[in-house]
């Protein structure tokens, strides 16, 4: 069966600091993979999206990246932190366009970002 | 284009009795919908999905919801709710379109279960 695996689950960090947050998928191939992030009192809101490897879409413009080095890895980054960047970040995927689970998404557990 | 709108931010039940969560779409394609649940500091878990095939979907946990095309509604219902049903739960729609751009989430509804 398919796993998500996100780490950490909890990350407090300065203002400037860097960030990285690392997400791996178990069990599939070829997934799509996604970074949402859920502000105090907001929605999710898609940061960036990944068909493969190397091939990242970025939705909003902001102060982080985003890269897949592996098939089943995708990270988050930051080079310096901002007070905004604080919130709920979540990692999931999905099969790939064209299979029949292409739009059900499973989530992994969360990485709570605080910015100080 | 596409939207949905999940008309309630916050719903307050007792235990035992009935939960209405209600959601309303629009869409210029025939959509899926889904309904997902994140508890406390959780990620978010699919409790059912429609993709054309029944209107009324059954889920985990006892949930279910109705598709009704004429309303453009997918509300999330439950008989009796339970004190582990207190989450937050997100209506989401997919119409069509190609990967990111596929899923659009409503805002969530915050659901209370008083004992």
């Known amino acids: 069966s398919q796993t998500i695996h996100q780490w950490p689950a909890t990350l407090v960090q300065p203002v400037g600091s860097p960030l990285s947050l690392e997400c791996t998928v178990e069990?599939?191939?070829?997934?799509?993979l996604y970074w949402y992030r859920q502000a105090a009192g907001r929605g999710l809101q898609l940061l960036f999206y990944?068909?493969?490897?190397?091939?990242i879409s970025s939705e909003v413009p902001q102060n982080l990246s985003a890269s897949r080095p592996q098939d089943r890895q995708f990270i988050l980054s930051s080079k310096k932190l901002l007070l905004s960047d604080s919130g709920f970040y979540l990692c999931?995927?999905?099969?790939?366009?064209?299979?029949?689970?292409?739009?059900?998404?499973?989530f992994g557990a969360g990485s709570r970002l605080t910015v100080l | 284009a596409q939207s949905v709108t999940q008309l309630d931010s916050h719903v307050s039940v007792s235990e035992g009795t009935p939960v209405l969560l209600r959601c309303n779409y629009s869409?210029?394609?025939?959509?899926?919908l889904f309904w997902y649940v994140q508890h406390p500091n959780k990620g978010l878990q699919l409790l059912l999905k429609?993709?054309?095939?029944?209107?009324l979907v059954k889920g985990i946990n006892g949930f279910e919801a109705e598709f009704k095309k004429s309303e453009t509604s997918f509300h999330l219902t439950k008989p009796s709710a339970h004190m582990s049903d207190a989450a937050e739960y997100f209506c989401?729609?997919?119409?069509?379109?190609?990967?990111?751009?596929?899923?659009?989430f409503g805002s969530g509804t915050r659901l209370q279960v008083q004992p």
């Open positions: 999931a995927w999905s099969e790939g366009q064209g299979n029949a689970g292409a739009n059900v998404l499973t």
């Open positions: 069990g599939t191939s070829n997934p799509n």
């Open positions: 990944s068909v493969g490897i190397g091939q």
């Open positions: 869409s210029s394609y025939s959509p899926s």
């Open positions: 429609y993709t054309s095939a029944a209107t």
């Open positions: 989401v729609v997919s119409a069509g379109g190609r990967g990111r751009r596929a899923l659009t």
